[in-house]
C-alpha cells in the first residue's frame, strides 16, 4: 500500500507571508498531482508534476517534484486570503497492473492565511 | 470542453433506508470513473473505480455498491445506510489511467 505523508496539517498565516506544504513517501509515483479545494466543493487541479526535479510554477505557486520522485513540495510566496483552503497532494502508482489509473491523497493542509 | 455533474448535493437520509448517488460526465467518451469518500475536509479515500460499461473495482469492502450502466454514469448505491456512511462523497472522471483526474462538487450525506 503506497501512503502519502503531507504536512503541516494546519498553516495559518498572515497575508504576505510565505509558506511551503510537503508531500513524503516511501514508493515511487508515476506522477505527482497538487488539488486545492474550498468547503463543499471537489478539488480542483493546480499542476500534475512527472519528472524527477521537474519545477513548476503557477503564478505565486512553486511546486517541485523530488529527484527520486518519492516526494513533492507546494511553495506560496506572498500568500494573499484568497489562497485560503485545503491543498491535497495525489500521487499516482506507476501505470500497469492493478495500480493502473489510482492516485494515492495525503491529509491535506489546511491553509488559512488571515488578511 | 468536459463537464462532471453529481447530484444530489446534499442528502439526509435515515438509517437503514437505500441510496443512489448519480454522476455524469459530458464532453468525453469512455472516461475512467471514480467514486471516493472524504471525511472532514481531510484526503480522499478511493472507493470504486471503473474503467468501462459495467467495469467496477472495489477498493475498500463496505457497504456501498458502484455500478456504470452507462458509458458516462457512474452510480453509488446501498441496499442499507449505516450511521457510519455519512460523509462527503466525490466522483471523478479521468480520460485515462494515466491522465489527471477531475472532480464533481461532492454530495454531503448526512445519516441520522
Known amino acids: 500500500t503506497q501512503l502519502l505523508e503531507q504536512s503541516p496539517q494546519f498553516l495559518s498565516i498572515q497575508e504576505g507571508e510565505n509558506l511551503t506544504v510537503y508531500c513524503n513517501s516511501s514508493?515511487?509515483?508515476?506522477?505527482l498531482q497538487w488539488y486545492r479545494q474550498e468547503p463543499g466543493e471537489g478539488p480542483v487541479l493546480l499542476v500534475t508534476?512527472?519528472?524527477?526535479?521537474e519545477v513548476k510554477k503557477l503564478k505565486r505557486l512553486t511546486f517541485q517534484f523530488g529527484d527520486a520522485r518519492k516526494d513533492s513540495s507546494l511553495h506560496i510566496t506572498a500568500a494573499q486570503p484568497g489562497d485560503t483552503g485545503l491543498y491535497l497532494c495525489?500521487?499516482?502508482?506507476?501505470?500497469?497492473?492493478?495500480?493502473?489509473?489510482?492516485?494515492?491523497f495525503g491529509q491535506g493542509t489546511i491553509l488559512t492565511v488571515h488578511p | 470542453s468536459q463537464t462532471i455533474h453529481q447530484w444530489p448535493a446534499t442528502l439526509v437520509q435515515p438509517v437503514g433506508s437505500p441510496l443512489s448517488l448519480e454522476c455524469t460526465v459530458e464532453?468525453?467518451?469512455?472516461?475512467?470513473l471514480y467514486w471516493y469518500r472524504q471525511a472532514a475536509g481531510r484526503g480522499l479515500q478511493l472507493l470504486f473505480y471503473?474503467?468501462?460499461?459495467?467495469?467496477i473495482s472495489s477498493e475498500v469492502p463496505q457497504n456501498l455498491s458502484a455500478s456504470r450502466p452507462q458509458d458516462r454514469q457512474f452510480i453509488l448505491s446501498s441496499k442499507k445506510l449505516l450511521l457510519s456512511d455519512s460523509g462527503f462523497y466525490l466522483c471523478?472522471?479521468?480520460?485515462?489511467?494515466?491522465?489527471?483526474?477531475?472532480f464533481g462538487d461532492g454530495t454531503r450525506l448526512s445519516i441520522l
Open positions: 471503473s474503467v468501462g460499461i459495467g467495469q
Open positions: 464532453g468525453t467518451s469512455n472516461p475512467n
Open positions: 508534476v512527472v519528472t524527477g526535479g
Open positions: 471523478a472522471w479521468g480520460r485515462d489511467g494515466l491522465s489527471p483526474q477531475h
Open positions: 495525489a500521487g499516482r502508482a506507476n501505470a500497469g497492473g492493478t495500480s493502473y489509473g489510482k492516485l494515492t
Open positions: 514508493s515511487v509515483f508515476s506522477s
